[in-house]
């Protein structure tokens, strides 16, 4: 799964922020529901013009996104 297939930025979407092709449903949207434990089927339900490919490419996303930054987290020293 590369989530670049599913994943696009442009700034007259959603003000730039990271949506799936095709859609105006944003990644953070997929991914703040799955947080939440809806289930794919329910989220695929919820927003029918997602393909299946969404979920796992939402995923993808957020996993890169955490390899690429350094969050500073409550009591580290982390800057």
Same mark, same amino acid.
Request: with cysteine; proline share 7%; charged share 15%.
């Given at each position: &799964?590369?989530?670049?297939?599913? /994943?696009? /930025?442009?700034? @007259?979407? +959603?003000? !730039? @922020?990271? +949506?799936?092709?095709?859609? *105006? /449903? &944003?990644?953070?949207?997929?991914? %703040?529901? =799955?947080a939440a !434990?809806r289930?794919?089927?329910h989220? =695929? *339900? %919820?927003?029918?013009? =997602? ?5 796992p ?8 996104? @955490?390899r690429? *930054?350094? /969050?500073? &987290?409550?009591?580290?020293?982390a @800057?």
């Open positions: &799964m590369n989530w670049r297939d599913h /994943v696009t /930025v442009s700034p @007259a979407v +959603c003000h !730039g @922020a990271p +949506c799936f092709k095709g859609t *105006r /449903v &944003m990644v953070s949207v997929v991914l %703040d529901n =799955l !434990g289930s794919a089927q989220i =695929l *339900r %919820d927003y029918p013009s =997602l393909a299946p490919e969404a979920i490419a939402a995923i993808d996303y957020a996993a890169e996104l @955490a690429e *930054r350094i /969050v500073g &987290m409550p009591g580290s020293h @800057a």
